[in-house]
């Protein structure tokens, strides 16, 4: 399967996502459409970032001067910055909105860009400009399911409805600019799955038009909740991972522990703005030919043994450690001291959710010990899941369907989710199995 990997180690942004994407061989040429409909030009220069040769693409109005123009090349030769301490980005005001893109995405020179410029818009606003683009339709939805995201985000974070939400910088048009960007250059590679580690959001705090916020901003918080990756901290006390890039890898990328086994055919590094001194300020970008398997996901494994716990306690289990991060639990009968019966919980869990799952499971049993297990990994099957539909008696019913399959894409298992072939079965007077059997067999199909 012709798979496109991201290093997440630096985090992630709209530009540092262009230039890899095109540094790892995506012909930029296919940014005319974009262009072609906003006033703003992407311009690609190749940049050294402690010595790793990388691309950068910087989106710029149409009419402003180039970086070439300036007599500038680099952040090295303007703007720099040599402690641990930002991501290149202008200097525009980072309080006229709490989730743009500040930090990371773009130069950190102080002449032109096009950061911030144009209008900003409602959700609905972008969701027009992007259909009036004439995007392939492939393009076109995954542009539109990166907005959604960012939407739902920003509803989230003010409380509002998407439909209420209006976006600041994210919806100007150096913004829209990197979102459609970066779906005209993925289409271009022809890759079938894409796949980032977990990605750094950095540290500190930063402004915004509410006051100053740890990071990562609440959009990207409320974005890593949504995506299939996972977020971690450092390693610079700055924003690494801006809203934009956390949206596009929530919508595009699978996560893994690390990166997976390729035969590689091309890589390149998309670079941020500012200079660090013992990191360099890149998105590394892979693509190549996976090797057919499943996939290896690092795990522990806690457990305990009751021999007091009631079958309440024991059945509600299963969720109260799932929602702690529990990954997989089990409850076994076992034979304890002095004969009596008891049970022999087992907890599958990440690392680094290990200490937190076992306080809960110490809260919800009142066990005085739980002993962990370092298993080293699971090997694990790729999940997708599908929502089908079913028409019964000339009504259209949903079930979603959890498709197994390795990192070839090759499908070895289809199960109908419990819940809801249970809920159509009650509204059909169909039995459960019939419901599961119709569902499984659309998403065959």
């Known amino acids: 399967?012709?798979?496109?990997?991201?290093?997440?180690r630096?985090?992630?942004s709209g530009d540092m996502l262009l230039g890899a994407l095109v540094a790892a061989?995506?012909?930029?040429?296919?940014?005319?459409?974009?262009?072609?409909?906003?006033?703003?030009?992407?311009?690609?220069?190749?940049?050294?970032?402690?010595?790793?040769?990388?691309?950068?693409?910087?989106?710029?109005?149409?009419?402003?001067?180039?970086?070439?123009d300036e007599g500038c090349?680099?952040?090295?030769?303007?703007?720099?910055?040599?402690?641990?301490?930002?991501?290149g980005h202008e200097d525009h005001d980072h309080d006229s909105h709490d989730h743009g893109d500040h930090g990371h995405d773009h130069d950190s020179h102080d002449h032109g860009h096009a950061e911030g410029a144009g209008p900003n818009r409602t959700y609905a606003e972008v969701v027009d400009l992007v259909e009036e683009m004439g995007l392939p339709g492939e393009v076109e939805s995954d542009a539109l399911a990166v907005f959604e995201l960012l939407g739902e985000a920003e509803a989230s974070v003010h409380g509002t409805g998407i439909d209420e939400t209006h976006f600041h910088e994210v919806g100007a048009d150096d913004a829209i600019a990197d979102v459609v960007g970066v779906a005209l250059l993925v289409d271009d590679l022809g890759v079938e799955r894409v796949v980032t580690t977990p990605l750094a959001g950095g540290g500190g705090e930063v402004s915004m038009s509410h006051g100053t916020y740890p990071v990562p901003a609440p959009a990207v918080v409320e974005l890593a909740e949504r995506?299939?990756?996972?977020?971690?901290?450092?390693?610079?006390?700055?924003?690494?991972?801006?809203?934009?890039?956390?949206?596009?890898?929530?919508?595009?990328?699978d996560g893994?522990?690390?990166?997976?086994?390729?035969?590689?055919?091309?890589?390149?590094?998309?670079?941020?703005?500012?200079?660090?001194?013992?990191?360099?300020?890149?998105?590394?970008?892979?693509?190549?030919?996976?090797?057919?398997?499943?996939?290896?996901?690092?795990?522990?494994?806690?457990?305990?043994?009751?021999?007091?716990?009631t079958p309440e306690v024991l059945g509600g289990l299963q969720e109260s450690l799932a929602d702690a991060g529990a990954r997989d639990v089990s409850v076994l009968p076992a034979t304890?001291?002095?004969?009596?019966?008891?049970?022999?919980?087992?907890?599958?869990?990440?690392?680094?959710?290990?200490?937190?799952?076992?306080?809960?499971?110490?809260?919800?049993?009142?066990t005085l010990g739980v002993r962990e297990h370092g298993a080293g990994h699971r090997w694990i099957a790729d999940r997708e899941v599908r929502t089908v539909e079913l028409a019964v008696d000339r009504e259209t019913y949903e079930v979603a369907?959890?498709?197994?399959?390795?990192?070839?894409?090759?499908?070895?298992?289809?199960?109908?989710?419990?819940?809801?072939?249970?809920?159509?079965?009650?509204?059909?007077?169909?039995?459960?199995?019939?419901?599961?059997?119709?569902?499984?067999?659309?998403?065959?199909?």
Not at 1 to 8: E, I, K, S, V
Not at 339 to 365: I, S
């Open 1 to 8: 399967m012709r798979t496109l990997a991201f290093d997440g």
């Open 10 to 12: 630096m985090g992630a």
């Open 25 to 68: 061989g995506a012909d930029p040429a296919v940014l005319d459409r974009v262009e072609a409909v906003l006033p703003v030009r992407y311009e690609v220069r190749s940049v050294e970032k402690n010595g790793i040769a990388a691309t950068a693409v910087d989106v710029r109005h149409a009419d402003e001067s180039s970086e070439s």
């Open 73 to 87: 090349h680099d952040s090295d030769e303007a703007g720099s910055d040599d402690g641990e301490d930002g991501h």
């Open 227 to 253: 995506a299939d990756w996972s977020l971690t901290g450092g390693p610079v006390e700055m924003e690494l991972l801006t809203p934009t890039g956390a949206a596009l890898l929530a919508h595009y990328a």
């Open 256 to 309: 893994a522990d690390s990166l997976p086994g390729l035969d590689v055919t091309a890589s390149g590094y998309g670079a941020g703005g500012y200079d660090f001194e013992r990191y360099p300020n890149v998105l590394r970008a892979l693509v190549g030919e996976s090797r057919g398997g499943l996939s290896k996901d690092a795990i522990t494994v806690l457990e305990t043994n009751l021999d007091d716990a």
């Open 336 to 366: 304890m001291k002095k004969a009596r019966p008891g049970h022999l919980v087992k907890v599958v869990v990440k690392p680094e959710d290990a200490e937190r799952v076992a306080r809960r499971l110490a809260e919800e049993t009142g």
């Open 401 to 445: 369907v959890k498709v197994g399959k390795d990192d070839e894409g090759t499908v070895f298992d289809v199960s109908a989710e419990y819940d809801d072939a249970a809920a159509v079965a009650r509204e059909t007077d169909l039995p459960v199995r019939e419901v599961a059997r119709r569902a499984e067999a659309a998403a065959r199909e």
